[in-house]
């Protein structure tokens, strides 16, 4: 596996409250991406990074907050958790090396149950 | 509207029986489409990626190809460690990826 790491991998909270979820890597790579998955939707982007402190929004970013203050640590911040957002959440990254399409190595995931 | 189809939703192969995934989409500015495997409780694992109509990429058991509406995943002499379900997605202009909802593949011995 490329080195990324997601943490929590597993969380319960309640409607309202704040989550954070951190993703970390190890391979120094420019791009970073946040998704959800769910049955029947498959993958959808919510944020992406490409480089500290450059953000951009994907197709699913309502609700969803990103932050990227060093290289290796890309956050997703969900700022008042509803049941819609119960999801397994990926992160991916990819090291972004040209106009052509970018390959992305993903995390475990961390699954989000908000009741 | 960006998107990407898969079919089938699910195959059933016996060991050796080779078979084929459809990948479908409409996308404004292709930069590449990309497959990938997923293993249950676990993140996609990368497989390929293809540029441009005509390419084709190998693997094992695997080979990818891409004209300009669909990529098929062709699946050789499958073996029961290849079940997984396979992920197609697409990247936009943008920097924008939309993924299929995939195909999940169960080979039995």
């Known amino acids: 596996d490329a080195g990324i790491t997601q943490s929590p991998r597993h969380k319960v909270t309640e409607t309202g409250t704040p989550v954070t979820l951190r993703c970390h890597q190890t391979?120094?790579?420019?791009?970073m991406y946040w998704y959800r998955q769910d049955p029947g939707h498959g993958l959808r982007l919510i944020h992406y990074?490409?480089?500290?402190?450059?953000?951009d929004k994907g197709e699913v970013s309502d609700g969803y907050s990103v932050s990227r203050s060093k290289t290796e640590d890309f956050l997703l911040t969900l700022e008042s958790a509803t049941s819609s957002q119960t999801s397994v959440y990926f992160c991916?990254?990819?090291?972004?090396?040209?106009?052509?399409?970018?390959?992305?190595?993903f995390g475990p995931g961390t699954r989000l149950t908000v009741l | 509207e960006d998107q990407v189809t898969q079919s089938p939703e699910a195959l059933r192969l016996q060991e050796g029986e080779s078979s084929s995934l459809n990948c479908s989409y409409t996308?404004?500015?292709?930069?590449?489409l990309f497959w990938y495997r997923q293993d249950p409780g676990k993140g996609p694992e990368f497989l390929f990626t293809?540029?441009?109509a005509g390419e084709e990429k190998e693997k094992e058991r695997l080979k990818a190809t891409l004209t300009k509406k669909e990529s098929f995943l062709h699946i050789t002499a499958p073996k029961p460690e290849d079940s997984a379900t396979y992920l197609c997605?697409?990247?936009?202009?943008?920097?924008?990826?939309?993924f299929g909802t995939g195909t999940s593949l169960t080979v039995i011995p």
């Open positions: 991916a990254i990819s090291p972004g090396t040209g106009f052509y399409g970018n390959e992305q190595f």
């Open positions: 391979e120094n790579h420019r791009y």
């Open positions: 990074s490409y480089g500290v402190k450059d953000t």
């Open positions: 996308v404004s500015g292709l930069r590449g």
């Open positions: 293809l540029y441009s």
């Open positions: 997605a697409v990247q936009a202009n943008g920097n924008q990826f939309y």
